[in-house]
């Protein structure tokens, strides 16, 4: 999972990315106290990439003892904010922030699923028939720390690529093709009606976030694949008769997939990051690793 560094941090707002960009026309990244703190952590400072700037806030919000830095843009010209960055300024004023004048609060947000389903580099996916391209897909082309923009051109060429040969498939296999069936609900059991499925959604989120997040150890990491074994044991076995149960399964599924290959991977690389394990291994750990339902292995 590849975090952002810098998402509007204001009550109210969704985690909208403040862009790149705006730290490469000249923007400084602020503590409480006002004082530009990037230099000491990295010789880029604001320019480092990506992981190191988001380690860099979290650690400065923990030495401060604050929810947020700040993004100071007041420097910059009203013009070229103006021209740059249209759309931010306009969010932000929405917000009563005028980024002329005004500090932008920022917070790091998870952005970007780096690992996925393994495909080739048709997207073909381990089960026939199955294609799989975009942030869902495990191409290898972004590495332990996906470059920005990348993914983009990721999606148009398997975008491409996947669509030209399913295409290809379903004119071969016409008369083979199932015709829509209606889908019935299953009945509900007593114990569907006594879950908050909201309640799971938030704690696996919330500790998602404590746990698997920016930093990783391996002792939380272990929390956290137990909590999320222990909320499978009732969650799993449900038949759901609406999208939000489906999305709970799939959310406890994906989760465990990768706090289980975090705890796993004992090095820190890209944007994997263990405080328990700060060096990176590339003897041990320079591959991926790749899960299925009948065992899990490296390659």
């Not at 904010?81 to 998870?110: E, M, N, Q």
């Not at 209606?182 to 989120?205: A, C, M, Q, W």
Request: proline content about 3%; hydrophobic content about 35%.
């Amino acid at each position: 999972m590849q975090f952002h560094p810098t998402t509007l941090y204001v009550a109210g707002a969704e985690r909208v990315l403040i862009s790149e960009t705006v730290r490469g026309e000249g923007g400084i990244l602020r503590n409480k106290f006002g004082e530009r703190f990037m230099p000491k952590y990295h010789p880029s400072a604001e320019l480092a990439p990506r992981d190191i700037v988001s380690r860099s806030v979290i650690q400065e919000i923990r030495k401060t003892d604050y929810t947020h830095v700040y993004l100071d843009v007041r420097h910059i010209s009203k013009e070229k904010l103006s021209t740059r960055f249209p759309k931010i300024k306009k969010l932000c004023k929405s917000f009563g922030i005028d980024i002329t004048k005004d500090l932008i609060p920022v917070h790091p947000s998870a952005h970007y699923m780096i690992g996925g389903i393994k495909v080739d580099q048709k997207g073909r996916t381990s089960m026939e028939n199955l294609y799989a391209c975009g942030e869902v897909s495990c191409t290898g082309l972004h590495g332990a720390n996906r470059l920005g923009s990348n993914s983009l051109l990721e999606g148009l060429v398997f975008g491409c690529r996947v669509g030209y040969i399913a295409s290809k498939e379903v004119a071969k296999k016409r008369d083979e093709l199932l015709s829509p069936r209606l889908f019935k609900g299953p009945t509900k059991n007593h114990l569907y009606n006594e879950l908050d499925l909201e309640d799971i959604r938030n704690s696996l989120k919330s500790i998602m976030w404590r746990n698997v997040g920016i930093e990783r150890d391996g002792k939380y990491l272990k929390d956290t694949i137990n909590s999320i074994k222990h909320w499978s044991k009732y969650i799993m076995s449900n038949d759901f008769s609406s999208p939000h149960g489906w999305e709970v399964q799939n959310m406890l599924t994906v989760s465990f997939l990768i706090a289980n290959s975090a705890f796993r991977r004992s090095e820190s690389r890209g944007v994997h990051y263990r405080l328990d394990y700060l060096n990176t291994n590339d003897k041990q750990w320079k591959k991926h690793i790749v899960v299925n339902n009948k065992n899990d292995f490296k390659q």
